[in-house]
């Protein structure tokens, strides 16, 4: 089946600790991000990638870190530059990103982060 | 700056009540507009979008909705509410040269009541 898939779950941080969140795509898409979702602040982006090796910062990207060596995939790593890392972060990816503004964002599971 | 607002955090209807979901984005560009559901714990779910065309959109599961322009609305509508219905929905909307990045509204929290 194709999809979004996220891992882990869910993800403890120390104090201090970077941790990193797995997002992988088999859509063939060519944009990928990551959101951050708090409760009552809807959705709010922090990175993405229109192309391999390409990403730009987006609302909330202090604290953040991401890659994009392959097409399907997109870590994101949480530095302990993050000083409230806490919530629930999701990825999606759609086709054309640069030129597709109306097409369809789909989203993986989800991993949230909590911190020790 | 561009933004999105769902007026309510929390509605609360009957089963077999009519849904009304409320979404007015602030633009003077016509948007592309969407609507996600989103479960426990889950990823969002696409329930319709508009991008042009016909303004009354039908989407998954008996919703639909209407842009209007001049109100700048996409509100959400459903005639019979279903207690699988009960989740948070999210409006969200693009730009053409705005390399698709979405920016939502804060979320409506739908509660369906027997």
């Known amino acids: 089946d194709g999809g979004i898939t996220q891992s882990p779950k869910y993800l403890f941080r120390k104090e201090g600790q970077n941790v990193t969140l797995s997002c992988e795509q088999n859509l063939n898409h060519d944009a990928m991000y990551w959101y951050r979702q708090d409760p009552g602040q809807g959705l709010r982006l922090i990175y993405y990638?229109?192309?391999?090796?390409?990403?730009q910062k987006g609302d909330i990207a202090e604290g953040y870190s991401v890659s994009r060596e392959k097409k399907e995939s997109f870590p994101l790593t949480v530095t302990s530059a993050q000083k409230n890392p806490t919530a629930f972060y999701l990825c999606?990816?759609?086709?054309?990103?640069?030129?597709?503004?109306?097409?369809?964002?789909?989203f993986g599971a989800g991993t949230r982060l909590s911190v020790l | 700056a561009q933004s999105v607002t769902q007026l309510g955090s929390h509605v609360s209807v009957s089963e077999g009540a009519l849904v009304l979901l409320r979404c007015n984005y602030s633009?003077?560009?016509?948007?592309?507009l969407f609507w996600y559901v989103q479960y426990p714990n889950q990823g969002l779910q696409l329930l319709l979008k508009y991008t042009t065309g016909a303004t009354l959109v039908k989407g998954i599961n008996g919703f639909e909705a209407e842009f209007k322009k001049s109100e700048t609305s996409f509100h959400l509508t459903k005639p019979s509410a279903h207690m699988s219905d009960a989740a948070e929905y999210f409006c969200?909307?693009?730009?053409?040269?705005?390399?698709?990045?979405?920016?939502f509204g804060q979320g409506t929290t739908l509660q369906v009541k027997p």
């Open positions: 999606a990816s759609s086709s054309y990103g640069g030129l597709g503004a109306k097409n369809i964002q789909y």
């Open positions: 969200a909307v693009s730009y053409s040269g705005n390399t698709g990045k979405l920016i």
């Open positions: 990638s229109q192309i391999v090796n390409d990403f």
């Open positions: 633009s003077s560009v016509p948007p592309y």
